[in-house]
C-alpha cells in the first residue's frame, strides 16, 4: 500500500558531557487510501499528513493509521524531512493557515525527575523532592506543549529566569534566554534538540559564572503577524547550585573521590581533644536531607547581599560564614561558652546540622541555640556542601586567638613572674574546629587557589561583621597575610610563636623567651573515601623549625603590630615538656602526667619549677587554678630528669566544664645562666563512648533495632540524662530521656526503626548531661535493598 515517511532525528544535549543520550531516530509510517483523499478539504488532508497523531478521521472515515516507531542508532545523521504539498484551494473562503492560530503555550515540563536525566547528569538526584535542580555551566533539557505544531520560520519564543526583589538583566538576575541553532558555551541559549507534534524538546545552556539561587521561570510566545507576545508562567521553580563538576566554574574540583567526599557525602568526622588526646565524633551533615536546602536559600535571602553577589563563591562563602552566626545578624547559631545552656540546647549535644537548619528555617530565622566551633563548623559544612562548593571541617589543636593583631601569642608576667591577667588577653585553644572550601581566587595573584580558610565561629569582626575567610591556605603557608581575607587571623592561630614577655621595674616589658612550636598541632580532617582521620598540617605550615617555616612566620610578622619582635633570639641549654602517657587520663581516676627536663650543656644547671593546673575551656579561657606546687629541680651535665606529677581526682571531681579540659603550666629560671623555662600544656579527661550494637538484618522497609548501652564512669550520680539518637535513612532524629543514672551504672536503650534507604548508613548517638558532655557513639550499618 503506498505510503508516506516522516523521519525525525532527536538528540539529548543534556550536559553536552559524557553520558548524554545519543541520538535515536523515530520512523513514523502513514499507510491510506488513496481514492479516499478527494473527499475531504485540502487544508485538513495536508494537517493530517504533517500530524496524523493530532487530527485522526472519525470512524465512519474509511482512513487507516498504522503507527510504526523504530528506536535505532543511525551511522549518519539524518535531516529532518518534511513533505511540502501544494496548497488546496479554499473552500468558500473557510480555511485559515497556522500562522493565524496565535501560538500560545499549554504546559511546560521541566523534566524534574530524581531519577530523569537532568538530576543524574547534574549530580543532584540526591536531593529531596522532585524540583528541577540544576548545576551552572551545564546544559538541561525541558518540554514545552503548545496549541499547534511549533513553526521556527514563523513563530517567536524565548526563556526567562528571574531572581531576586529587582530582577535586572544587566547584573544577571533578569536571564533572557534566546532560541538558537546551535548551542556555544558560557552563554544562556536554548536549542530545539525534538519536535513532535505540538511538543518541543529544548535544551537549554548556562555560563559556569551564573548567579545561583531559586529562579522563577517564564516562557514568552510570538508569531510573526501577532503584535503583542504571550506570557505563559508555569509557576515553576529552578534551582541553580555551583558546580564542581565544571571545568569553568570557579569550584571545580578535578578529582571525582574527592568529590563524592566535599560535596555529595553527607555524614563526616569532626575531631576534638587535644593533640595528644584526640577525639572524633561522627556528624550528620545531611545536605540532601528534606527541607535542608530550602533553608540554604532561605539562608542567602535573610543575609544583606544583593542576589547579583551570588556568582561569586568568594561573596557566597564570606556571606555563609556571617550567617552562620548570630552575633550580629540574627544567623543560624548562638554561640555560648558559659556551660549554662537551660534556655537552649547544649552544644555537645547536636550531632547533626539537619534539626538545626530546618529549626532556624521554619522559625523564619530565629537563631537556633546554642553551638560552639564544631557545631558552627558542621553547620556550614552542610550548607557550603548543599549548594556546590566543595567543602570539609577542619581541627586545628593548640589554636592561638590573637586579640591584638600582632601574629604573636603573648604572656606577660611582672617582676616577680606571676601571670598579669589583664594583659593576657591572647589565648591558645585546646582545639578550634573551622572549614575549608575549594575554589579558585581570581582575585588574588596565582597560586593562591585551591583549600581556603572560612571559620564562622564568632571570634574577630572582619570589617565590621564577625565572620572570618576565605583565606588561601597557600597564602597561611608562605605568611602572606596582606591577601584578603582575614588571613592574619588564620596564620596566627595556625603558626604564631608564643612570645614570653616580663614587665621591668621602669613599666617597660622585654621579651624573656620565645616557644617556637607553641600552636597549630595536628589540624585534622577526615580522610577521603574512609573514616581515618587525615592530618593536613603541612597544607597550612612548613616543618616546626624549618628553614621555610621560620621565613613565612617573619615575613608575616613584619605585617604585624609587633615587627620587631624577631630581634634577639633568646639562648637556649635547658628544655622542658609534658608527656601524656597512652591515650591519657581518663574520668574518674587520678590525671598523672610526666615532666620532662633536659639539660644539653656541659654544665650543671638547677631551677625551681613553679606548676600551676587550672580548669580551662576549650577556648584557653581559664575558670580557676586547682592545685599549685613548687619542684626544686637539680640536672647533671647533659642529664634528662623524669618527673611524676599527680592531680587527685578529688581534685577535679566538682570543678570540670565543657570538653573536661585542664591546662598544666609551668614556669622557672635557671640559676646559673638565668634562662626562662616556660611551658604550657593541655589535656582532658577521657570520657566512655556509648556503645551502638545493630540488631537484627538490615533491609529497605523491614524493621530492625539497634542496642545502646553507657556505662557512669564517676561515682556520683549523673542528673537528667538524655540521649539524641539519629540516622540518616535509618530513622529521624528524637530525644530519648534516661533521667538519673547512678555512679557506675550501666543503662541500656534499645532503638526500634524501619531504613529507608539502601547503603552504608551510620547511626549515630549523643548524651546530653551537664556533669558529662562528649559522650557519644556510632554504628555502621549496611543497609540492603529488599
Not at 530565622?365 to 559544612?381: A, E, I, M, N
Not at 597557600?474 to 612570645?499: C, M, Q, W
Request: glycine share 6%.
Amino acid at each position: 500500500m503506498p505510503g508516506e515517511r516522516l523521519t525525525v532525528r532527536s538528540s539529548s544535549e543534556i550536559g553536552r558531557f559524557p553520558g548524554a543520550a545519543p541520538p535515536i531516530r523515530v520512523e513514523l509510517t502513514i499507510q491510506s487510501e488513496v481514492g479516499k483523499k478527494q473527499e475531504e478539504r485540502g487544508c485538513r488532508r495536508w494537517f493530517r499528513k504533517i500530524c496524523p497523531c493530532c487530527c485522526k478521521r472519525q470512524n465512519s472515515e474509511s482512513y487507516d493509521i498504522t503507527d510504526k516507531v523504530e528506536f535505532t542508532k543511525p551511522p549518519t545523521p539524518s535531516p529532518i524531512t518534511m513533505p511540502e504539498p501544494a496548497k488546496p484551494k479554499p473552500e468558500n473562503g473557510e480555511m485559515k493557515e497556522f500562522g493565524d492560530v496565535k501560538l500560545s503555550v499549554c504546559s511546560v515540563d521541566l523534566l524534574s525527575s530524581k531519577t530523569g536525566p537532568n538530576r543524574t547528569e547534574h549530580h543532584t538526584d540526591l536531593y529531596h523532592g522532585d524540583e528541577l535542580i540544576i548545576r551552572r555551566g551545564q546544559a538541561f533539557q525541558m518540554e514545552i506543549e503548545f496549541n499547534r505544531p511549533f513553526s521556527p520560520d514563523t513563530d517567536k519564543m524565548h526563556l526567562e529566569l528571574k531572581t531576586g526583589p529587582l530582577p535586572i538583566v544587566s547584573k544577571g538576575t533578569h536571564v533572557i534566554i534566546p532560541l538558537v541553532e546551535h548551542l556555544e558555551d558560557e552563554r544562556w541559549e536554548a536549542k530545539v534538540t525534538e519536535q513532535t507534534c505540538n511538543k518541543v524538546k529544548l535544551s537549554v545552556n548556562s555560563p559556569a559564572n551564573a548567579v545561583i539561587g531559586l529562579f522563577g521561570l517564564t516562557v514568552t510566545t510570538q508569531s510573526v503577524k501577532d503584535e503583542e507576545p504571550t506570557v505563559h508562567n508555569p509557576s515553576k521553580d529552578i534551582v541553580i547550585l555551583f558546580n564542581p563538576w565544571c571545568e569553568e566554574d570557579t569550584v571545580f574540583l578535578d578529582d571525582e573521590e574527592q568529590r563524592k567526599e566535599y560535596v555529595l557525602n553527607d555524614t563526616g568526622k569532626i575531631y576534638y581533644g587535644t593533640e595528644k588526646q584526640i577525639g572524633a565524633r561522627t556528624w550528620n551533615f545531611g545536605q540532601f536531607h528534606e527541607g535542608i536546602l530550602d533553608a540554604c536559600l532561605f539562608i542567602l535571602e535573610k543575609s544583606d547581599m544583593p542576589p547579583s553577589g551570588r556568582g561569586d563563591p568568594v561573596n557566597v562563602v564570606r556571606v555563609v560564614s556571617a550567617m552562620i552566626n548570630a552575633q550580629d545578624d540574627y544567623g543560624v547559631l548562638v554561640g555560648n561558652w558559659s556551660g549554662n545552656y537551660s534556655d537552649g540546647v547544649s552544644p555537645a549535644a547536636w550531632s547533626s546540622s539537619v534539626e538545626i537548619l530546618r529549626k532556624y528555617h521554619s522559625s523564619t530565622g530565629v537563631p537556633v541555640r546554642y553551638g560552639q566551633c564544631w557545631v558552627f563548623s558542621g553547620v556550614t559544612t552542610t550548607v557550603l556542601r548543599c549548594l556546590g562548593i566543595p567543602a570539609r571541617s577542619v581541627t586545628n589543636f593548640q589554636s592561638a586567638h590573637d586579640t591584638d593583631v600582632s601574629l604573636t601569642t603573648d604572656v606577660y608576667f611582672d617582676e616577680n613572674m606571676e601571670p598579669i591577667e589583664h594583659l593576657n588577653s591572647d589565648s591558645v585553644w585546646n582545639f578550634h574546629v573551622w572549614n575549608d572550601c575549594w575554589m579558585a581566587r581570581p582575585d588574588l595573584p596565582p597560586g593562591n587557589g585551591g583549600w581556603q580558610a572560612v571559620d564562622s565561629t564568632p571570634q574577630e569582626t572582619s570589617q565590621g561583621t564577625f565572620r572570618c575567610g576565605p583565606a588561601s591556605v597557600n597564602a597561611i603557608r608562605s605568611g602572606h597575610v596582606y591577601l584578603k581575607h582575614d588571613t592574619p587571623f588564620v596564620f596566627a592561630e595556625v603558626n604564631s610563636d608564643k612570645i614570653y614577655w616580663q614587665r621591668n621595674l621602669d613599666g617597660t616589658f622585654g621579651q624573656i623567651y620565645s616557644e617556637k612550636k607553641a600552636v597549630g598541632h595536628c589540624i585534622s580532617t577526615k580522610a577521603v573515601g574512609s573514616d581515618e582521620r587525615d592530618d593536613i598540617t603541612h597544607l597550612y605550615k612548613h616543618p616546626e623549625e624549618s628553614e621555610e617555616e621560620r621565613i613565612a612566620v617573619e615575613t608575616a610578622c613584619r605585617y604585624g603590630s609587633k615587627p620587631d619582635v624577631y630581634c634577639t633570639p633568646a639562648a637556649e641549654d635547658v628544655s622542658v615538656e609534658v608527656k601524656i602517657d597512652g591515650e591519657g587520663p581518663r574520668m574518674g581516676n587520678d590525671a598523672k602526667l610526666s615532666i620532662v627536663v633536659k639539660n644539653q650543656s656541659s654544665q650543671p644547671r638547677q631551677t625551681t619549677l613553679h606548676s600551676q593546673v587550672a580548669v580551662m575551656y576549650y577556648t584557653g579561657v581559664l575558670k580557676n587554678a586547682i592545685k599549685k606546687d613548687k619542684i626544686p629541680v637539680e640536672l647533671l651535665p647533659n642529664e634528662e630528669k623524669i618527673i611524676e606529677w599527680v592531680l587527685p581526682y578529688q581534685h577535679y571531681q566538682n570543678q570540670l566544664v565543657d570538653q573536661a579540659a585542664l591546662m598544666l603550666t609551668l614556669s622557672g629560671r635557671v640559676s646559673e645562666t638565668k634562662q626562662v623555662l616556660a611551658n604550657q600544656t593541655t589535656f582532658r579527661l577521657r570520657t566512655p563512648d556509648l556503645q551502638i550494637t545493630p540488631l537484627g538484618e538490615a533491609v529497605v522497609g523491614k524493621a530492625m533495632s539497634a542496642k545502646i548501652t553507657f556505662t557512669n564512669p564517676l561515682s556520683r550520680v549523673l542528673k537528667d540524662v538524655v540521649f539524641r539518637v539519629e540516622g540518616l535513612g535509618l530513622q529521624k532524629g528524637h530525644e530519648v530521656v534516661i533521667g538519673d543514672v547512678g555512679g557506675q551504672a550501666t543503662v541500656t536503650v534499645t532503638e526500634h526503626f524501619i531504613p529507608t534507604q539502601p547503603g552504608p548508613r551510620k547511626l549515630v548517638a549523643s548524651l546530653d548531661c551537664k556533669q558529662l558532655t562528649q559522650v557519644h557513639g556510632v554504628a555502621d550499618i549496611m543497609v540492603n535493598e529488599q
